[in-house]
């Protein structure tokens, strides 16, 4: 195994509309003027256009191109936050990874809508990546965070990190911060929770270790969030346990339980039968 991996999560304002791909190029030059060893920029949800259908973008498409340059111009793996993807079928709220080179490793469709007031239709398959000898990514966005399942998954299939690009700009951002700590224990994998700042959230961007420990967290303003991925630390608190005492990961294992929610369904559980349909704001 290599050196650490070292990622940077950019806080910043977003507006609605047009700008927003000028401000990330700025970020992009200052990191790699003041943090030369950072080789992976993350951006929030929704970052290049904010949350309007009307900029919903072809993949790949003029937008594409313009984000592969910026990969290529500053040689980082980027994640430039999610975008409004037009499909045949309609809109979805898509996170794209970039590779140095520009390419576009690969891309995830959002899940968990934040429904009723999110339109965009539901994606359907999980998305991992790797650094190739180095580490093994996942994707989430936002309201996914919420669903302990979609962290679970990812690291099931092999995360040592979770990056969770968010736009929520609501009273509950908190609370997606003690999610955020709570995904990072229970699966004992680094999360990072990138929020934007406007029109693209309230800030509150936080980065956890493996044992649940924040290393880094913004409040309200403009800010670069910094980690450092050791994959090896993920292995040795697996391994050992979180703090030394939870061996939770080979715990779940061995318990070789089958879990009524999942093999007979969700609508058929008492608790899920006395719910309504979501409430339309």
Known sequence: MTDAFNIAGVQMEVVSGEGNLNRMDKYLAQIQKQQPEVEMVVFSE???F??????AQSIPGAITQQLSQLAQKYHKWLVPGSISESTKEGVYNTALVFNPQGEIITRYR?????????KCLSGNEFCIFDIPGRLRIGLCICYDQWFPEVSRQLTWMGADVIICPT?????DRHLEVVLSQANAITNQVYFMGINGLGHGGNGQSVVVDPEGLVVDKQEQSEAIL???VDAQKVKNVREVGT??????L???REGNFSFPVYQEGFKKGEGFKKLNAIIKN
């Open 167 to 171: 736009m929520t700009g609501t009273p």
């Open 46 to 48: 929704l970052s290049v």
């Open 226 to 228: 910094t980690l450092k």
């Open 250 to 252: 080979k715990s779940f």
């Open 110 to 118: 959002k899940m968990y809508p934040w429904k009723p007031l999110e």
């Open 243 to 248: 703090l030394g005492v939870c061996q939770t």
């Open 50 to 55: 904010g949350n309007d259908p009307k900029w």
